[in-house]
């Protein structure tokens, strides 16, 4: 079979670091070693586009699930605006929740919940680095506490932090207890 | 003594990663957190809570018609939806029933029992 890459690629091009640097990359990637209260991601570069984060846990707490939260530059004002659609089973939600103290992305499974079960969600973060514009973070997650009908939560999120500082660091935290040991977070980026 | 909580510093610049123990500050703010994390809870449990109400008010509206008297019932109503309402009348009356008492069975509106099964005939698709 013969072809070409619809972009004009062909086999054997070799990529420049122009173009390399236009791509998108994991630039870290950690699982839990043990328990923790909060994840900060901090010493963050401004020399890429968008960044993209992928949190994989499961929380401590006694309960099937518990929420699953972050911060911005460590502001613990009341500057993040969030609008929720989320939807178990037949049943479908919205849900607006406006000046609150942490953007609320999404859930993680907790104690109560089957045992290996991890979940969480992906964000992604336009423009973090600009400082010309208000931040949006955009959450597609999800989580599961059983097997039974309803049990598994679809949910998508638009939250808005009331700041247009660029994005240096990134604190993530459960509405209640740790997150577990062999929770994961990766965190991509795309280049400039 | 409780054990006092640990966060992990991810430092992206240097490409390193720490276990540190919260300074006593973070521990006030967690805290914080949690009675602000609580307060959001309620507002999202009545919101769940809510929707399932509706829902079950949506169920009781569209199958008011099946408990009407017969005079009532609409003139362009089939004759075979008619005996089958005949036929399933007690059934209909139990299910709607079982919707009114639903919600008083719910206890985490977020993991809800599975609502109440209608009578086969006659067949009502309840959105």
């Not at chain 1, 670091?17 to 236009?22: E, H």
């Not at chain 1, 037949?90 to 992305?105: M, N, R």
């Not at chain 2, 399933?88 to 509106?109: C, E, F, G, K, N």
Request: net charge negative; charged share 15%.
């Amino acid at each position: 079979m013969t072809g070409s890459w619809p972009t004009g690629w062909a086999p054997g091009d070799v990529l420049t670091a122009a173009q390399l640097a236009k791509m998108m990359g994991a630039i870290y990637d950690t699982t839990l070693s043990g328990a923790v209260a909060t994840i900060d991601v901090t010493g963050l570069l401004g020399s890429y586009a968008h960044l993209f984060i992928e949190l994989d846990g499961r929380g401590d707490t006694a309960a099937t699930n518990t929420g699953l939260n972050t911060r911005l530059n460590g502001d613990t004002g009341s500057n993040y605006d969030t609008q929720t659609l989320s939807g178990s089973a037949a049943t479908a939600t919205a849900q607006e929740s406006l000046a609150q103290v942490t953007a609320g992305i999404g859930g993680i499974p907790a104690s109560t919940a089957p045992a290996n079960v991890f979940s969480g969600s992906l964000l992604w973060i336009p423009n973090y680095a600009k400082t010309d514009r208000q931040k949006m973070i955009y959450a597609l997650g999800g989580f599961k506490v059983s097997t039974a009908s309803g049990a598994l939560t679809a949910l998508i999120r638009a939250c808005a932090w009331r700041s247009t500082s660029a994005v240096t660091q990134i604190t993530f935290l459960p509405t209640a207890g740790n997150f577990v040991a062999g929770s994961r977070v990766t965190i991509y980026a795309l280049g400039a | 003594m409780s054990e006092t909580p640990m966060k992990l510093v991810i430092n992206l610049a240097e490409g390193t990663e720490q276990y540190v123990p919260l300074s006593a500050d973070e521990i006030a703010q967690r805290d914080k957190d949690i009675a602000e994390f609580t307060t959001i809870a309620t507002g999202e449990r009545h919101g769940a809570l809510a929707a399932l109400r509706a829902k079950r008010d949506r169920y009781l509206a569209q199958t008011d018609v099946l408990l009407l008297d017969p005079p009532n019932w609409p003139t362009d109503m089939p004759q075979a939806t008619k005996d089958a309402i005949e036929a399933t009348r007690d059934q209909w009356a139990r299910y709607r029933q079982q919707l009114r008492d639903y919600i008083a069975t719910v206890v985490d509106p977020f993991d809800p029992p599975p609502f109440p099964v209608q009578p086969a005939a006659p067949a009502v698709i309840l959105t």
